[in-house]
């Protein structure tokens, strides 16, 4: 589903109960929940703008549990509403739950159950989805989270089609985004839905964001498999595909190896990661390229071969589909934003590695390959390289962004 989609304008404009109001919008704040993210709908809808042309919303802070509610760096939160004042919202939004691993209160899926059978449009922001699957609402919908929550979100609530892909899935009346920033690009596609693009503009001029981002969340994608594939069956499959990445074999061959069915094989690899095998494999090419662009000089043709596409066509075209760049763009990008002082380690590296070796290295000992799959999944697993084409291990965290794009959090 196209993250700004409105494939379901109909269930949107459901018929709210006489005591709610569609230009009520509740915020469901939880303790230990993340600031960020909590104060996204809070700035959106809670601030007056109506001197910029954005129509306003009426605010209900609300209160998830007892208080004080206690968020990042030990803040504590008063929220002015309970539970209760939900009754009058047209929009629920629950903007982040606290873990993953815990159960959200009783109370509050009761009052969301409730606000979702009197027509009002539920909404969750990252983590806030765990909540609504909790609550039954994102059954047999399309949802969308964190990419690094998504694999959990699917195998927890297997009927949740969870798309890891997309920035938000607007499925009418439940929507939900992926992670922190994309909380911001689902509120103003609500704007954009309830009040048109002009709007939409206006207070994204405001935020100084953009009105719409290109894309999804695979640009930030750093692993895509759950740590716990480390103890499933599949795992020696995973471990063998990224091992293989340099090589062209399809999804057949990964059911094979698994020794079952394909249509067995895409229904557990779905459950296991909430992501088709297909798309997965691809995704993982993709990946491949990506450090290879980053940190050899290879050409384009020959990254295409190393990374298993048929074809530089194929590599450009999934490249772009993903990134919104092309191969040389982003190779070009990314060289021209890196710190001088990395460009100097790696000098230092070419250098080195051109000079003679005192001490032979001795065989490295290789782990096993459900660890690899634990561990070394998607943007870890080692890149080869050949005399005279160093590289580093450049995808760590805090590496520069390229235009476009945010570091993952």
Not at 365 to 378: H, Y
């Amino acid at each position: 589903m196209s993250h700004d989609s409105t494939a379901a304008p109909e269930a949107a404009a459901r018929k709210l109960s006489g005591r709610r109001r569609r230009e009520i919008v509740a915020v469901l704040l939880f303790s230990g929940g993340p600031i960020f993210e909590s104060s996204i709908p809070l700035s959106v809808f809670g601030i007056d703008r109506q001197d910029a042309g954005v129509p306003r919303y009426r605010l209900l802070v609300c209160a998830g549990e007892e208080g004080p509610l206690r968020t990042t760096g030990g803040l504590e939160l008063t929220a002015p509403q309970g539970l209760e004042a939900i009754g009058r919202a047209g929009t629920v939004v629950v903007p982040a739950w606290r873990s993953i691993t815990s159960p959200p209160p009783p109370e509050a899926l009761d009052a969301l159950r409730r606000a979702h059978e009197e027509g009002a449009r539920i909404v969750g922001l990252c983590t806030g989805a765990f909540v609504l699957a909790a609550a039954g609402l994102l059954d047999g919908r399309p949802a969308t989270t964190h990419w690094m929550y998504a694999p959990t979100l699917a195998k927890r609530y297997p009927s949740v089609h969870v798309d890891p892909r997309e920035l938000f899935v607007d499925d009418g009346d439940v929507l939900t985004s992926a992670g922190t920033a994309a909380g911001i690009d689902l509120c103003l596609h609500i704007v954009r839905t309830d009040h048109g693009n002009e709007a939409a503009g206006a207070l994204a001029r405001r935020l100084v964001v953009p009105p719409r981002r290109a894309g999804g969340q695979e640009r930030y994608l750093d692993r895509s498999l759950p740590e716990e594939i480390g103890a499933d069956p599949l795992a020696e499959v995973v471990a063998w595909a990224l091992e293989h990445l340099h090589e062209q074999f399809d999804v057949e061959t990964l059911a094979a190896r698994a020794y079952m069915s394909r249509r067995t094989f895409d229904r557990r690899f779905r459950s296991l990661t909430g992501s088709a095998p297909l798309q997965w494999l691809i995704t993982q090419r993709v990946l491949q390229a990506q450090r290879l662009l980053e940190t050899s000089d290879y050409s384009v043709d020959e990254v295409a071969g190393r990374c298993g596409f048929r074809s530089p066509v194929a590599l450009r075209g999934h490249f772009r589909r993903q990134l919104g760049s092309s191969p040389a763009a982003y190779r070009a990008a990314y060289r021209a934003r890196r710190p001088q002082g990395e460009r100097a380690l790696e000098a230092a590296a070419a250098t080195a590695q051109s000079m003679p070796t005192l001490v032979e290295a001795g065989p490295v000992p290789t782990q096993t390959r459900r660890t690899a799959a634990a561990s070394a999944l998607g943007p870890s697993t080692s890149v080869p390289t050949e005399p005279g084409k160093p590289h580093s291990d450049a995808y760590a965290p805090g590496r520069p962004p390229l235009p476009g794009q945010r570091s993952a959090p």
